[in-house]
């Protein structure tokens, strides 16, 4: 009797390791054409209401007037704020990740109205990441195919399995976009799943490089972040220990301003008013300051880029208004992310605290600075080490050089923000 329940369970068992590798192969397909239609939406709004193609090598419409600017975010803050009051007052509002995972059903069509309502908003030059859109989309897509499952009479996943799948999604639409399956991964079982397995590795890894190659078929492997030395050395250590701690401090300070802003974000009526008005404010800052719109890839590449002829003002500027432009966008009702506007305020950070090693004759790249700051407040406003650490790497192309400094600025982040954040609460 025994020995049958046992064939019985290890029947099971093979029936779920199936149906789960389909399921992750499927997915991977489908999630990273998801991310790749999204791309190209991107690209497709940034020519129309922008008139530039975005690249590292030119991340924002410079080449335009400022008004132009002005009217461009405008214009996308008054449509974002119209759909997003009628997808949240009249119709089943949206459900997010955390939420699905708990077994709550997405609605499909509000959505992917969301998703694409985000993505219009950042391409018009809304101050709010874009990498929400495609990990809710991969979301959603592993939600309707786990129910597609049962329908085609195939073995009915297991609750456990169906969540593995959410999250996998979730971290695969995010390397599709960014192309970095490591990090999609790492969004799956750090920032998700919170249980890091063979299991669950293995499921998020595969499916984010599934992802990443089918994302990958129209922009190629091109970093994210352009950077003049990818050479580090030990003389930036110094610099690791001080601004590991400091970053990471203002680091914990940004992840409780955007988490209160998502808290009492305008869901109602008062988004038709308030979201319009934030735009108003980030364009007004764009006529004069261009880098402050979109997810913050411009302001973390003209950190990057900082030589001696610019003004170190620019970039004290830079980082405050980014950080206030983003969590009044998310207070007043955007829908959006948080990871790229770290990665700009951190690289902004950076230099400042790299200039001050220069001026006391430590002579540091600060181009090197600003992506070590980018990695640690990162590693700080995310609560997650690994998935920073592995982030910088994929979407700069750096070398294993930056491993030693890079990781020792996370976990020094880490350290610091907890220490802030459990205090404060």
């Not at 955390?98 to 018009?124: C, S, Y």
Request: aromatic residues 8%; charged residues 10%; glycine residues 10%.
């Amino acid at each position: 009797m025994e020995s049958v329940q046992n064939k019985q369970s290890k029947n099971k068992s093979d029936e779920q390791t199936r149906i789960l590798i389909i399921s992750t192969i499927v997915l991977g397909v489908i999630v990273g054409l998801s991310a790749l239609v999204l791309s190209l939406f991107l690209d497709g709004i940034e020519r129309l209401f922008l008139s530039f193609e975005e690249t590292s090598a030119a991340p924002s419409a410079t080449m335009i007037t400022g008004g132009h600017r002005l009217i461009s975010v405008v214009i996308g803050g008054v449509i974002a704020a119209v759909v997003w009051y009628f997808l949240r007052t009249r119709y089943k509002p949206v459900i997010g990740i955390n939420q699905a995972l708990k077994g709550e059903k997405m609605p499909w069509v509000q959505t992917v109205i969301d998703v694409i309502t985000q993505i219009m908003f950042v391409g018009t030059g809304g101050s709010v990441g874009r990498e929400l859109a495609p990990r809710e989309a991969g979301a959603m897509l592993a939600q309707r195919w786990s129910h597609l499952v049962n329908r085609l009479g195939l073995p009915n996943l297991t609750q456990e399995n169906q969540r593995l799948l959410i999250a996998a999604a979730a971290g695969a639409g995010f390397a599709g976009i960014y192309i970095a399956p490591i990090t999609g991964m790492l969004f799956c079982v750090e920032i998700l799943l919170k249980q890091i397995s063979p299991k669950t590795v293995t499921v998020s890894l595969s499916m984010s490089i599934i992802a990443m190659l089918v994302g990958s078929l129209v922009k190629g492997f091109k970093p994210y972040y352009l950077i003049h030395d990818t050479h580090f050395t030990l003389i930036i250590l110094p610099f690791v220990i001080i601004a590991g701690p400091l970053i990471g401090i203002a680091g914990a300070f940004f992840r409780q301003t955007f988490k209160w802003a998502e808290k009492q974000q305008s869901k109602d009526k008062n988004i038709l008013w308030q979201l319009p008005l934030a735009a108003v404010l980030t364009g007004i800052v764009a006529m004069r300051f261009p880098q402050i719109m979109g997810n913050g890839r411009a302001l973390a590449q003209l950190s990057m880029n900082y030589n001696q002829q610019m003004f170190i003002g620019m970039l004290v500027f830079g980082a405050m208004v980014k950080a206030i432009v983003t969590v009044l966008t998310i207070r007043s009702g955007a829908a959006g992310g948080t990871l790229t506007p770290s990665i700009a305020i951190g690289s902004a950070l950076g230099v400042l605290i790299g200039v001050g090693f220069n001026l006391m004759g430590i002579a540091l790249p600060l181009s090197q600075t600003a992506l070590l700051g980018a990695g640690i407040l990162l590693a700080a406003s995310q609560q997650a080490p690994l998935m920073a650490l592995f982030m910088i790497f994929e979407v700069s192309h750096l070398n294993y050089s930056a491993f030693l400094p890079l990781g020792l600025g996370v976990a020094l982040a880490y350290v610091s923000s907890q220490i802030v954040l459990r205090k404060r609460n």
